[in-house]
């Protein structure tokens, strides 16, 4: 446990926890080289090797792993095995094994899956819930899928929708039911009327389509 500890209301449990602090408080670290060389203060560290060279303060991290690699991030919340590992932003949360792996200086990401955001880094204000791994370069969108991945929403920061990577549609277009087995799609609104009689007028997709009669 605590080696040079210095600081004030420490719990350190396990093998080499909190070994190199000096200046740390108020943190509890459970686990096998738990914040072994960290420094911050404020955290709670449950695992083994769990934020090991975290120096950030109010984090908490719970699983095998997590945080691992974390130095000046805070306020951040990692729940599952290498979750949040190579954090150094603020105010993230990441639930499910490897959720937010890569995460960097990212900040204020939800991630709720399995590998969930594995593709974010600098990215931030991104909410994902399922396994999709976030939009390389992107920040701001909210992303729902399965729990495989094969099916999404995406919402961009502008308030547009997709359905599975069908794109966000164009001005004035209507969304439309594929039925119950097939994803929604945008189509371009269509307002028709009959040659033949004029007080017909279809309002939407094929509305009307083959309609002949005459009144």
Do not use: R
């Amino acid at each position: 446990a605590a080696n040079s500890l210095t600081g004030a209301n420490n719990v350190a449990i396990g093998f080499q926890s909190l070994f190199g602090s000096t200046i740390g408080y108020d943190n509890t670290c459970v686990g096998h080289i738990t914040m072994a060389a960290g420094t911050g203060s404020s955290n709670t560290c449950i695992g083994s090797n769990v934020g090991y060279s975290l120096v950030g303060n109010a984090n908490t991290c719970v699983g095998i792993m997590s945080a691992q690699l974390a130095t000046t991030a805070n306020n951040n919340v990692a729940v599952g095995a290498q979750s949040l590992k190579n954090v150094k932003g603020n105010s993230n949360v990441a639930v499910g094994p490897n959720a937010c792996l890569n995460l960097g200086t990212g900040s204020y990401n939800i991630t709720v899956g399995s590998n969930a955001g594995t593709n974010l880094i600098t990215e931030s204000n991104n909410t994902i819930i399922g396994s999709h791994p976030g939009l390389t370069g992107e920040s701001g969108y909210l992303i729902l899928t399965n729990g495989n991945n094969t099916n999404s929403l995406i919402i961009n920061p502008s308030g547009a929708v997709q359905f599975n990577g069908g794109g966000y549609g164009s001005t004035g277009d209507m969304l439309t039911s594929g039925g119950n087995s097939s994803t929604p799609f945008w189509q371009p609104l269509v307002v028709t009327t009959q040659s033949s009689s004029p007080y017909e007028t279809s309002l939407g997709y094929q509305a009307l389509l083959n309609n002949n009669a005459n009144n």
